[in-house]
């Protein structure tokens, strides 16, 4: 059985250290020991790295930057990726995300042009919605990709 190809975007590894959200952090967790056992084929973009070097905690920071380190994974690049520029935007001229949400419709784009089948996200509000996912299905069949699954790693792990 060959293995999912999984996309992490940010708010995934942001959320190893969220204890405010222990139900989220818990779940989190129990997927990063199955990447860790490299059950699935894991895949970040540089987005992501940026996103994290981002962050105003530098414990937290530093902890995210040291758990990556523990995974096997494939980076893409996605700063000067036009293709993945242009897919992005065609997600939001679809209608699946704001304007204003150009790097939530990039993790996505680089997903699908990385042929994962899985994007993996805590990001209910622009990534993890109905709206999102019907465009990024329309757009995908329109160009020929496969279409994409967007969950929560809630869902993913097959949990209520």
Known sequence: MRKYRIYLETSLINYLYAPDTPEKMRDTWRLWHEIKEEKYDVIISDVVIAEINRCPNDDKKSKMFAELKQIAYTLITAKDNLDAKKLAGDYIANGGLPPRCQVDALHIAVASLADCDIILS???????????????????????????????????????
């Open 122 to 160: 805590w990001n209910f509000k622009h990534i993890v919605k109905l709206r999102a996912m019907r465009a990024v299905e329309a757009v995908n069949s329109r160009e020929l990709l496969k279409n994409i699954k967007i969950l929560s790693p809630t869902i993913f792990l097959g949990e209520d």
